[in-house]
């Protein structure tokens, strides 16, 4: 027999019942993305009316389960405000030439972010000299350094984490980055400088295989694929080591890349993506938008 103390608690259970299944069936809502691109002038030439980082953004907002901002180094904070990042799952970014003009405090607004989970980012292309690209690199690089200390010496060797980020050219037999140099009583990180021997921009197609097919990012694509037009970057990338290869490009001439690339950062996850040049429409390609809707909407995943 059901007393009236019974009747209440399963009617509390129920209703318990009907809020948790509530909570999980919730529409977690559209991917907010936030395309930053410094707009180069010469992106008109494979573009036309829109500019590359617009090409992209125009394309997501037309797929279902987006919505999509557009800023650029000359909108208000550089588009990198508090209220702007705040109300973005993810940022797809585009540098080049101007890397220099982005704020070290908007960088570090990004950085923290993606750090604490907040945030995914997005590096497209050159934007691997990109201030967040860089710093984001420099932050995985001192999570890893514990782990190349030999073992016999991680109880009591010293491990200096404070030599600055540096952006310079790398040679073909400079030192691979991010590496530890011995020092009295220790080591010391050398951070990755982010960028790699040699490019060419000629024009030539790639070679792209996809490596992991079963990968959220690799949804709808083939095993094999050419971008007609693209410009070429050599390995070794001074980069730390990715926990996710999923694309890998290769040249006529004998050069290969690691062309889609997945890091976990702190609580939050960066990819790098290499196709592009800003004279070659990459992003009007059906591949690399592709890849653009998938990581977008895999990074914006908790």
Not at 6 to 11: A, D, E, N, Q, S
Not at 86 to 112: C, F, M, N, P, Y
Not at 142 to 160: C, I, Q
Not at 207 to 214: E, K
Request: proline share 9%; hydrophobic share 40%.
């Amino acid at each position: 027999m059901n007393t009236p103390n019974t009747l209440h608690f399963l009617g509390v259970l129920l209703l318990l019942g009907l809020f948790h299944s509530n909570v999980i069936a919730a529409d977690p809502g559209p991917v907010r993305v936030l395309v930053w691109d410094e707009q180069q002038p010469e992106q008109k030439q494979a573009y036309g009316d829109l500019f590359l980082g617009e090409t992209i953004a125009a394309h997501l907002a037309k797929q279902p389960g987006f919505t999509v901002k557009n800023v650029n180094l000359e909108t208000p904070d550089q588009g990198l405000d508090a209220a702007t990042l705040d109300a973005t799952d993810v940022i797809i970014w585009w540098g080049h030439k101007q890397h220099g003009r982005v704020s070290l405090a908007a960088t570090e607004r990004v950085v923290q972010r993606v750090m604490d989970g907040k945030l995914a980012l997005i590096a497209l292309h050159s934007a691997h000299f990109a201030q967040p690209f860089m710093r984001l690199m420099h932050e995985r690089a001192k999570l890893d350094a514990p782990a190349l200390v030999p073992e016999a010496e991680r109880a009591t060797a010293k491990l200096d984490l404070t030599a600055p980020l540096k952006r310079y050219m790398a040679k073909a037999d400079s030192p691979l980055t991010p590496a530890l140099e011995k020092i009295e009583g220790g080591y010391r990180l050398i951070p990755p400088v982010c960028v790699f021997p040699s490019w060419r921009a000629d024009a030539a197609p790639s070679h792209v295989t996809t490596l992991l097919p079963s990968h959220p990012i690799a949804q709808g694509l083939p095993a094999k694929w050419d971008i007609p037009q693209t410009e070429m970057y050599s390995e070794p990338f001074h980069v730390p080591k990715p926990d996710e290869v999923v694309l890998e490009e290769r040249w006529d001439k004998g050069e290969h890349f690691r062309s889609g690339s997945m890091w976990r950062v702190g609580k939050g996850r960066v990819f790098y993506f290499r196709p592009g040049h800003e004279t070659y429409p990459v992003f009007k390609q059906a591949e690399p938008l592709r890849v653009m809707e998938n990581a977008t909407r895999w990074l914006a995943q908790p």
